[in-house]
């Protein structure tokens, strides 16, 4: 399997020695792309950076709101890949920046962030998003100080539920993270603390409430913490380590090949998904505003001074400034779009054509306008090595593999695949209460029956 991998993709020694080439290859056929290569004091390769000219272009046109992670390779060589990635308008991954580097550590996120940096700006309006591993943390503060760090939401409920063992703690801990109204964050947070106060101890420990939604300050329509725009959690970059799971035994220039093609495909089929719409913002958040259209029409507004009005319906009253571009149930605050109190003053202000002004109030990184121009530019593939034309000295500049131990002991991962034909049974597993195989014992109706 070994011989017929080296023939189909080249030896692993082949293509560190080819890196530099390549680098020089995937910058002529995409410029304005990002790309560096470090060596070790032994003049070994170290650390391979990449970002897409195409990447950089579209980023400036989205959410300030990155995510950023790292993931095992299983090479020969090994390493981790740190990706950074964000979400469009339409909740799809977007990619910024990905590195190979020899581990997570505090010299390697140093290296990745410091070239991120020369095209992600560290401004008060980016959001940076990870699990709570301390490299990251650490050289977040450093190179990036004027932006905001927040901690995955996800990762948090996944300790909790790992730890204590108590679904109830987990249901009252997102509950209290998505709740825009602090009154029912304490509430939620309290029930923590009674059903069980080492979890609360914990997550007071952490600065649970300066990243959960409820205690947001209030911003100058910026993003202010990783709450606002509705994302919270990491998953995204998940996603992308998911996406190229199998890919993470390939060398390294046959893994930015497959990146590399992987988004060219998908930034094609998202360009030309809403080339032609009509609608003036993305259809998940047209969705939204619909929804909260309806929902306004059955409030009442009465206006209290110029661009400020006081909502009223259904028990529950609401102070929305538009001019500000603020209410008091905090939606229209972090969310960036117009909440249904925000819609019923809207209507009040401005009668009949307050339908237009919706998408005056709401954020423009909705619009179709800018979901296309992020993905505008087109990402081209790296030629086949035989039909490189690179410098002579650059190919001289032949990169050596980075040092293994070996005494160190290993074994390549590989997964399982079936062969033809070949089927394995499955398992089912019977309820413990009814003795059905299609339920189980925590969603058994029967489950609290004498």
């Known amino acids: 399997m070994e011989h017929e991998k080296s023939n189909f993709r080249g030896t692993h020694e082949h293509i560190y020695a080819v890196?530099?080439?390549?680098?020089?290859?995937?910058?002529?056929?995409?410029?304005?792309?990002?790309?560096?290569?470090?060596?070790d004091e032994n003049w070994r390769f170290k650390y391979f950076f990449v970002s897409y000219a195409a990447w950089i272009t579209g980023f400036q046109e989205m959410r300030k709101i990155i995510a950023v992670d790292g993931t095992f390779l299983r090479s020969k060589y090994?390493?981790?890949?740190?990706?950074?990635?964000?979400?469009?308008?339409?909740?799809?991954?977007?990619?910024?920046?990905?590195?190979?580097?020899d581990k997570e550590c505090d010299a390697s996120y140093e290296y990745f962030l410091k070239h991120m940096k020369s095209f992600v700006d560290d401004?008060?309006?980016?959001?940076?998003?990870?699990?709570?591993?301390?490299?990251?943390?650490?050289?977040?503060?450093?190179?990036?100080?004027?932006?905001?760090?927040?901690?995955?939401?996800?990762?948090?409920?996944?300790?909790?539920?790992?730890?204590?063992?108590?679904?109830?703690?987990?249901?009252?801990?997102?509950?209290?993270?998505?709740?825009?109204?602090?009154?029912?964050?304490?509430?939620?947070?309290?029930?923590?603390?009674?059903?069980?106060?080492?979890?609360?101890?914990?997550?007071?420990?952490?600065?649970?409430?300066?990243?959960?939604?409820?205690?947001?300050?209030?911003?100058?329509?910026?993003?202010?913490?990783?709450?606002?725009y509705n994302i919270m959690t990491s998953n995204i970059t998940e996603s992308v380590n998911s996406m190229f799971d199998d890919e993470r035994e390939f060398s390294i220039v046959a893994l930015f090949d497959e990146i590399n093609r992987r988004f060219v495909f998908l930034f094609h089929q998202?360009?030309?998904?809403?080339?032609?719409?009509?609608?003036?913002?993305?259809?998940?958040?047209?969705?939204?505003?619909?929804?909260?259209?309806?929902?306004?029409?059955?409030?009442?507004?009465?206006?209290?001074?110029?661009?400020?009005?006081?909502?009223?319906?259904?028990?529950?009253?609401?102070?929305?400034?538009?001019?500000?571009?603020?209410?008091?149930?905090?939606?229209?605050?972090?969310?960036?779009?117009?909440?249904?109190?925000?819609?019923?003053?809207?209507?009040?202000?401005?009668?009949?054509?307050f339908g237009n002004q919706i998408y005056e109030y709401s954020s423009p990184y909705y619009s179709v306008e800018k979901y296309i121009m992020a993905y505008c530019e087109k990402i081209h593939l790296v030629p086949f090595e035989d039909s490189w034309i690179v410098p002579l000295d650059v190919i001289e500049r032949a990169t050596p593999p980075p040092y293994v131990d070996p005494s160190k002991p290993r074994r390549r991962r590989y997964k399982r695949r079936r062969g033809v034909g070949e089927s394995f049974p499955t398992r089912k597993n019977k309820c413990f209460v009814c003795r059905d195989f299609s339920d189980k014992r925590t969603t058994c109706p029967n489950r609290n029956a004498p």
């Open 123 to 228: 401004t008060d309006e980016l959001c940076i998003i990870s699990d709570r591993h301390p490299s990251i943390r650490n050289m977040v503060s450093t190179i990036y100080p004027a932006s905001h760090y927040g901690c995955c939401m996800r990762h948090i409920g996944k300790n909790i539920r790992d730890n204590f063992h108590n679904a109830k703690v987990v249901t009252h801990f997102y509950k209290a993270a998505k709740a825009y109204d602090r009154c029912e964050f304490n509430d939620h947070f309290n029930q923590i603390g009674d059903l069980v106060s080492k979890a609360a101890e914990t997550l007071e420990r952490i600065r649970f409430r300066t990243w959960s939604r409820a205690f947001c300050p209030k911003n100058r329509n910026i993003i202010v913490y990783t709450i606002s």
């Open 78 to 101: 090994e390493g981790v890949l740190l990706s950074t990635v964000e979400q469009d308008a339409e909740n799809h991954i977007f990619p910024v920046a990905f590195c190979v580097v």
């Open 19 to 39: 890196l530099n080439a390549y680098r020089y290859m995937l910058e002529v056929a995409n410029p304005g792309s990002k790309t560096t290569l470090s060596l």
């Open 270 to 353: 998202r360009r030309m998904e809403l080339v032609n719409s009509a609608n003036r913002f993305v259809p998940s958040i047209e969705k939204d505003i619909s929804k909260y259209v309806n929902a306004g029409n059955k409030l009442l507004a009465h206006q209290i001074a110029n661009y400020k009005s006081s909502v009223t319906g259904h028990g529950d009253v609401a102070t929305v400034d538009l001019q500000r571009k603020i209410c008091t149930c905090r939606i229209f605050d972090l969310d960036k779009i117009s909440c249904p109190h925000a819609m019923a003053a809207l209507r009040a202000q401005y009668g009949v054509d």
